[in-house]
């Protein structure tokens, strides 16, 4: 395989990142295909985009099937580009490879490499005397593409997003526990887009108790393009699963999130004997105990693992916040902020013991601050190395 940069790229390499470009927009069509990556692919003959083609989600037609079958000649002779390495295994669907091979491409231009050790499609291409491509400056976009499937490859575990709404002052409820409303409709609706491109919606037992709260992917919020990728997902993937972290198994029966269309999981040191009346739908797991609770870790590598969960959305309160932040579990902080105070007495946005001084402690860093609604919504990362 040859690693080229942009700087390559001239001559008839000219419009190489343009295309990879195009094959990103396409893979970035669906909101998630999880559990497998989001893939886009661009066919190119004498400098034309003459088939394009995305996977829209498991069980559908991969991104190289759909671009070769909508190329006029089928890809003979074309150079193919794709944002990830071509998959050489036998799925649900049949080998890209294979059908890159059998198609007759000349060359194969990719953007990341697949982290899932099933996959060789470099090397099988090449033995078949395909020439193969990396473009250097899109590895890393390929990575951010499918960051959660990245995660639960190489560390069998999901990317942990922790969704917080907050006020100016940095509180998440009343002491009372109240927390509805503390931001605006626009954020509301907002926050419904992470629900939908989400394998899992996590959240503890405390919350449920406090506010019975549905935690469910709603799209009618949504509006346009955003609607539109919300409800394709669903209709592919159905509900994200939902997920309760009580390890003395104190979720009522007859909790709204029960009820709804959809599998739950609850996570609890007790087994399902120990409550009654649980829905079908419903399933207890039992954890080991990690300090007389729920052991996150345990959880985490279990909706990689058992449930393929690629991208997982905690909407919890401070105590479980604050624990998956304290183990450095945490992937992503989105905290909406609304514009209101509520004072000293309020619930922190997490509870967990911080370092002992400034210069300690993970720092984060901004990847996005956006004005939503009356409030705003920040996007916070550990910051890398
Ligand atoms: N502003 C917001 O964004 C927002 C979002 C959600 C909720 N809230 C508010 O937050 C309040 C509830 O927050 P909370 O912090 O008390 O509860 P929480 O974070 O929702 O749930 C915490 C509970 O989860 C259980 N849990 C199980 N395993 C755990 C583990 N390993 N680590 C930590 N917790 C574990 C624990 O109870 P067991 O040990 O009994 O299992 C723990 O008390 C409510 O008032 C709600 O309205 C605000």
Same mark, same amino acid.
């Given at each position: 395989?040859?690693?080229? %940069?942009?700087?390559?790229?001239?001559?008839? @390499?000219?419009?190489?990142?343009?295309?990879?470009?195009?094959?990103?927009?396409?893979?970035?069509?669906?909101?998630?295909?999880?559990?497998? &990556?989001?893939?886009?692919?661009? +066919?190119?003959?004498?400098?034309? $985009?003459?088939?394009?083609?995305?996977?829209?989600?498991?069980? $559908?037609?991969?991104?190289?099937?759909?671009?070769?079958?909508?190329?006029?000649?089928?890809?003979?002779?074309? %150079?193919?580009?794709? %944002?990830?390495?071509?998959?050489?295994?036998?799925?649900?669907?049949?080998?890209?490879?294979?059908?890159?091979?059998?198609?007759?491409?000349?060359?194969?231009?990719?953007?990341?490499?697949?982290?899932?050790?099933?996959?060789?499609?470099?090397?099988?291409?090449?033995?078949?005397?395909?020439?193969?491509?990396? @473009?250097?400056?899109?590895?890393?976009?390929?990575?951010?593409?499918? /960051?959660?499937?990245?995660?639960?490859?190489?560390?069998? $575990?999901?990317?942990?997003?922790?969704?917080?709404?907050?006020?100016?002052?940095?509180? *998440?409820?009343?002491?009372?526990?109240?927390? !509805?409303?503390? *931001?605006?409709?626009?954020?509301?609706?907002?926050?419904?887009?992470?629900?939908?491109?989400?394998?899992?919606?996590?959240?503890?037992?405390?919350?449920?108790?406090?506010?019975?709260?549905?935690?469910?992917?709603?799209?009618?919020?949504?509006?346009?393009?955003?609607?539109? @990728?919300?409800?394709?997902?669903?209709?592919?993937?159905?509900? &994200?699963?939902?997920?309760?972290?009580?390890?003395?198994?104190? %979720?009522?029966?007859?909790? /709204?999130?029960?009820?709804?269309?959809?599998?739950? /999981?609850?996570?609890?040191?007790?087994?399902?004997?120990?409550?009654?009346?649980? &829905?079908?739908?419903?399933?207890?797991?039992?954890?080991?105990?990690?300090?007389?609770?729920?052991?996150?870790?345990?959880?985490?590598?279990?909706?990689?693992? !058992?449930?393929?969960?690629?991208?997982? @959305?905690?909407?919890?309160? &401070?105590?479980?916040?604050?624990?998956?932040?304290?183990?450095?579990?945490?992937?992503?902080?989105? +905290?909406?902020?609304?514009?209101?105070?509520?004072?000293?007495?309020?619930?922190?946005?997490?509870?967990?013991?911080?370092?002992?001084?400034?210069?300690?402690?993970?720092?984060?860093?901004?990847?996005?601050?956006?004005?939503?609604?009356?409030?705003?919504?920040?996007?916070?990362?550990? !910051?890398?190395?």
């Amino acid at each position: 395989m040859r690693i080229i %940069t942009q700087a390559d790229c001239t001559g008839v @390499l000219a419009e190489w990142p343009e295309h990879m470009r195009r094959a990103f927009e396409l893979a970035r069509s669906v909101l998630s295909c999880a559990p497998n &990556p989001r893939v886009g692919c661009v +066919i190119v003959r004498d400098g034309r $985009r003459t088939g394009e083609g995305f996977h829209a989600g498991a069980g $559908r037609e991969h991104a190289e099937i759909v671009a070769l079958a909508a190329d006029p000649e089928g890809g003979a002779g074309a %150079t193919v580009f794709v %944002t990830l390495e071509p998959c050489s295994h036998e799925g649900r669907t049949g080998a890209c490879v294979r059908a890159l091979i059998d198609a007759g491409v000349k060359h194969v231009v990719i953007a990341g490499l697949d982290p899932n050790p099933q996959v060789s499609g470099v090397e099988q291409l090449e033995a078949a005397g395909i020439e193969v491509f990396r @473009l250097e400056e899109f590895a890393g976009a390929a990575i951010e593409l499918n /960051k959660g499937f990245v995660r639960r490859m190489c560390q069998q $575990r999901p990317f942990v997003r922790c969704k917080l709404a907050m006020s100016l002052d940095g509180r *998440t409820a009343l002491a009372d526990g109240r927390s !509805k409303w503390i *931001t605006d409709p626009q954020a509301r609706a907002d926050a419904q887009l992470l629900r939908a491109g989400s394998c899992a919606i996590v959240t503890g037992i405390n919350t449920i108790l406090a506010d019975d709260p549905s935690l469910n992917a709603r799209t009618e919020a949504l509006a346009g393009g955003e609607r539109e @990728l919300a409800e394709k997902r669903k209709s592919v993937a159905g509900q &994200p699963l939902r997920v309760i972290l009580d390890s003395k198994l104190q %979720t009522p029966a007859d909790a /709204k999130t029960l009820s709804l269309d959809g599998a739950v /999981k609850i996570f609890s040191l007790r087994d399902r004997a120990s409550a009654a009346g649980f &829905p079908d739908n419903v399933e207890v797991i039992v954890s080991p105990a990690r300090q007389a609770r729920v052991d996150l870790e345990f959880v985490l590598n279990c909706l990689a693992t !058992k449930f393929q969960c690629n991208e997982i @959305l905690v909407e919890a309160g &401070p105590v479980l916040g604050g624990a998956l932040v304290a183990a450095g579990l945490v992937d992503e902080l989105v +905290i909406y902020v609304g514009a209101r105070l509520l004072g000293s007495d309020a619930r922190p946005l997490l509870e967990f013991a911080g370092p002992d001084s400034l210069t300690q402690g993970d720092a984060l860093e901004f990847v996005d601050v956006s004005v939503i609604g009356s409030g705003l919504r920040i996007i916070a990362r550990p !910051k890398a190395g």
